[in-house]
């Protein structure tokens, strides 16, 4: 960082237009640039005063013939720490691996985004992934099937059963939980196991959107409609009919748009902007969001009608850290996803390596270690990923857990029997989580349920009232 506290940007590139972009954009968020036209130029600048100070370098691959290896080695080898970025017209796996085996720290796609490239010089700068490299281990699982998602906690089972037994109804579905705990793959799963499973599942980030285009994304418009429409378009609620329409990040969805939302939910019709009669639609929606929707409601920022429209049935995620004991699991199954891209193979964990990775308290939860395992996984050397290839959990991990630990005889079968303190939990509260876990464990069917527990259905529902667990799985 420089002494006036701007950060400094190294672009490596020849090209005069693009430098000029790269160093405007930065500029917005406090960077100043300084430029190489290759990469002799480059690393002579290293030497520099302005060259000792960098804070990053992004590389531009501007032949996509062009092989950077040896600069990005080279850069590696002098500056070990400094963050580097490879700019390329290359999204694929494969490059992303070949980069990040060179020495590259992340890697942007053209045409360049002025969001992307702001978030991922900042997350260089703090040693986490935001360019395309995030994108792609996103991508990497396939569709899951309720009984393939891995997860044995008590809480996380009775969510995937509530899940399960909305499934075969029409209704909306909202599904809350953190960022990254896997809210998409509880959706897609939901879709796959409905009569609508045959048919497409369309995803639309609601936060993503500008606010001017939502009514046009969702709902189409005709030629001509507004300016700029210069030709028809399909809106999303068409493009799902008969099928599941993802609202993702509902919440951040503007206050207009909601109400015209509602309207379609209650009336399954839609109007594109300029059309003069309205379709009929068979969507099911199911959304989604990391806020607490009745609290946005209570704060005048989420329309209290629609809440209640989209949460007929709800499912909630718990973070990763309240999962802990399935990280195990949860880490073998994303190697073994993550083994069947380009240039990658089958890797084994050590058991030091899955204390460490138990220990961490994952912010970003299952998104945020599936991004940790698989730049492990494109640096190894070995046969299986050890702590050693998790420097930067490794030193973040001894300042998590702000929590006392609980006892080591405290749960059985994830069943929590002891306070932190030593004190046994009430009677009641044991019940609630040993009929989650069997809700969990025997997916939703409560039959099955009750035997096992050797009480009667009856019983089982009249505890599930009692108790205030929800019964939508029943």
């Known amino acids: ?263 379609v939910l209650q009336s399954g019709e839609i109007q594109p902007i300029g059309a003069r009669h309205t379709r009929e639609v068979d969507v099911r929606v199911i959304a989604a969001t990391n806020k607490r929707l009745i609290e946005e409601v209570e704060a005048g920022r989420f329309r209290e009608d629609l809440y209640y429209r989209l949460n007929v049935v709800q499912v909630t995620i718990p973070p990763l850290r309240e999962r802990a004991g399935d990280i195990p699991a949860l880490a073998r199954h994303l190697l073994a996803r993550i083994a069947e891209q380009p240039g990658l193979r089958p890797l084994g964990i050590t058991d030091d390596a899955l204390a460490l990775l138990g220990r961490y308290d994952w912010p970003g939860n299952v998104r945020q270690l599936q991004n940790a395992l698989f730049r492990a996984a494109v640096l190894c050397d070995g046969a299986a990923l050890t702590r050693t290839d998790f420097p930067q959990i490794a030193a973040l991990g001894g300042q998590r857990h702000t929590t006392p630990t609980p006892m080591p005889m405290a749960t059985s079968g994830g069943v929590t029997l002891f306070h932190a303190d030593g004190n046994l939990r009430a009677l009641e509260e044991i019940e609630a989580d040993v009929i989650r876990l069997a809700i969990g464990h025997y997916r939703g069917r409560m039959t099955e349920v009750a035997r096992r527990l050797g009480i009667g259905r009856s019983t089982l529902y009249r505890k599930l009232g009692e108790l205030g667990i929800d019964n939508a799985a029943a």
């Open 1 to 263: 960082m420089t002494r006036n506290g701007q950060r400094l940007l190294m672009l490596i590139d020849d090209e005069p237009a693009q430098r000029r972009l790269v160093a405007a954009i930065a500029a917005r968020r406090g960077w100043r640039a300084i430029f190489a036209a290759d990469g002799e130029m480059a690393i002579a600048m290293l030497g520099t005063q302005d060259g000792m100070q960098l804070d990053a370098i992004l590389l531009d691959q501007w032949a996509p013939e062009a092989d950077p290896t040896a600069l990005i080695e080279e850069i590696r080898r002098r500056r070990p720490a400094l963050p580097l970025l490879l700019l390329t017209a290359n999204g694929s796996v494969a490059h992303a691996v070949a980069a990040m085996r060179s020495g590259a720290t992340d890697f942007l796609v053209k045409p360049l985004a002025p969001e992307r490239l702001l978030a991922a010089l900042d997350a260089a700068v703090a040693g986490k992934a935001a360019g395309e490299l995030r994108p792609l281990t996103e991508k990497i699982p396939a569709l899951l099937a309720f009984d393939e998602i891995v997860g044995s906690a008590p809480d996380f089972r009775a969510a995937l059963a509530i899940a399960a037994k909305a499934a075969r109804a029409r209704v909306p579905v909202l599904v809350e939980g953190e960022s990254g705990v896997g809210k998409e793959v509880v959706a897609e799963a939901i879709h796959a196991a409905s009569p609508r499973g045959k048919k497409a599942m369309v995803a639309v980030n609601c936060g993503a959107l500008p606010p001017n285009l939502v009514e046009s994304e969702l709902f189409g418009h005709e030629k001509g409609a507004f300016t700029g429409a210069f030709e028809r378009k399909i809106g999303r609620f068409q493009e799902a009919d008969g099928g599941t329409l993802f609202l993702d990040e509902i919440g951040e969805m503007p206050l207009e748009a909601q109400v015209k939302l509602l309207r």
